[in-house]
């Protein structure tokens, strides 16, 4: 049986091995928690087309199929808070869409980014598809997104708002977003270390663990 001297001893030589697991990335805390979001916020509009001053969308092909089928638009819709245009621009909405249907003249496919430029997530993304139809109401596809939105995916509902006009077509968009938060990489401490070893789970920052 070591006597204390041994123990100290022993103590020492192993101090650099915990020392090096305090100072090194997290080895088993690998997946970080997701966050829920709500958002609630104005799409505006404003149509392109001769006399349209306040326009925000350009046509870039009109190549004179049936049904207008190919017809393209290049868009930077505005994104605020209320149905007044004039507030301040939440995000923008940058994308095409063009005329896909045959059969529909109404048939548009988008693809766009939304991109915040102001207040929580300003200068994060959002990677959004879908569809606008002669219907006044629908649903778009978040497939990715940037900054705090990293691995963002989840559904926008849209429906046309009664405050629309010949000019500004308004659409009430809710958000609704599951995504990983851009938070640094999280590293252990001394304490998460002692508890890989004890075969606990240990959460450093925003980092959901597993136990292993």
């Known amino acids: 049986m070591a006597g204390p001297s041994g123990i100290l001893l022993l103590l020492v030589i192993a101090m650099p091995a915990f020392l090096a697991l305090a100072d090194t990335p997290h080895p088993y805390c690998d997946h970080p928690c997701q966050n829920g979001l709500s958002l609630h916020l104005y799409l505006h509009q404003f149509v392109a087309g001769p006399n349209r001053p306040n326009r925000n969308e350009e046509f870039v092909l009109t190549p004179g199929y049936p049904l207008g089928f190919g017809t393209t638009l290049i868009h930077d819709w505005t994104l605020t808070n209320t149905v007044n245009p004039s507030d301040t621009i939440i995000a923008r909405a940058q994308g095409t869409h063009i005329q896909a249907s045959r059969t529909n003249a109404n048939g548009w496919y988008i693809s766009q980014n939304i991109v915040f430029q102001s207040g929580r997530f300003a200068g ?69 270390a002692l508890a890989k070893l004890l075969g606990g789970c240990h959460a450093v920052d925003n980092c959901c663990c597993k136990k292993y």
Not at 164 to 172: K, L, Q, V, Y
Request: aromatic share 8%.
């Open 124 to 192: 994060s993304t959002l990677q959004v598809m879908g569809t606008l139809t002669e219907q006044s109401d629908g649903q778009w596809s978040v497939i990715g997104g940037t900054g705090e939105f990293t691995k963002a995916h989840g559904t926008i509902k849209y429906k046309m708002d009664p405050a629309s006009n010949i000019e500004d077509g308004i659409r009430e968009l809710d958000i609704h977003l599951i995504y990983t938060p851009n938070y640094p990489q999280a590293t252990q401490s001394g304490t998460a």
